[in-house]
């Protein structure tokens, strides 16, 4: 017997085998890091089939990004208001994100500067993580340079910038354990401003 079709209804299989790979690459994100989100881990312990787990992520750049996006979703645009204003919501954003999982923000943000994995990796590993990194990049620092854009001098180094602002954020987490609250976000972006005004 056939299973039939109504056109326009998804069929719900795929919603289950998706729920499951991703399911399985966030667990393993979580547990290891970048290096045990494999189509083999995955597949074995999502139980799904790797053809069906390609029907879904054409490769394993996009089901690792995928996997960042569902422990850390990415950062919404500040949206309008003074520089000021717009920078102090962003970084309230990311210290927020970084409460949840500490861990797995700072991987985040070290593979937008390009300090994933130990050195030397492989050439296919190191192309999984240039398209990691770009996607990152696109994802979750495009609304810092968005904003730095309006804070920033000419020629400023807008990584460097942005590491000011969150590398306080992700010590606080990781090593000091001590909250970044409004207040603290607050301190944090007014001396980054001050800094760029003189």
């Given amino acids: 017997m056939t299973t039939q079709?109504?056109?326009?209804?998804?069929d719900p299989r795929l919603d289950r085998s998706r729920s499951a790979i991703l399911s399985a690459a966030v667990e393993l994100l979580a547990e290891g890091g970048v290096r045990q989100v494999t189509i083999e881990a995955?597949?074995?312990?999502s139980g799904v089939a790797r053809?069906?787990?390609?029907?879904?992520f054409p490769n394993s750049t996009e089901l690792l990004a995928a996997a960042f996006q569902e422990l850390i979703p990415p950062l919404r645009p500040p949206g309008s208001g003074s520089p000021?204003?717009?920078?102090?919501?962003?970084?309230?954003?990311?210290?927020?994100?970084?409460?949840?999982?500490?861990?797995?923000a700072a991987l985040v943000w070290m593979?937008?500067?390009?300090?994933s994995g130990p050195p030397g990796p492989d050439d296919g590993e190191r192309s999984r993580l240039t398209a990691l990194r770009e996607h990152v990049v696109d994802t979750y620092r495009r609304p810092f340079?968005?904003?730095?854009?309006?804070?920033?001098p000419?020629?400023?180094?807008?990584?460097f910038a942005a590491s000011r602002l969150v590398g306080p954020l992700l010590f606080n987490a990781l090593i000091t354990r001590r909250p970044s609250d409004e207040?603290?976000?607050a301190r944090l972006v007014d001396d980054f401003l001050a800094t760029q005004a003189s």
Wanted: with cysteine; charged share 25%.
């Fill in 145 to 152: 340079d968005a904003v730095l854009a309006d804070c920033l």
């Fill in 42 to 45: 995955v597949t074995a312990r």
């Fill in 154 to 159: 000419g020629g400023a180094d807008a990584d």
């Fill in 183 to 185: 207040p603290f976000c």
């Fill in 5 to 10: 079709q109504t056109p326009g209804r998804r």
């Fill in 51 to 56: 053809s069906t787990l390609y029907r879904h």
């Fill in 111 to 115: 593979a937008t500067i390009g300090l």
């Fill in 84 to 104: 000021r204003q717009r920078l102090l919501r962003l970084v309230l954003a990311q210290a927020e994100q970084i409460e949840r999982a500490p861990a797995l």
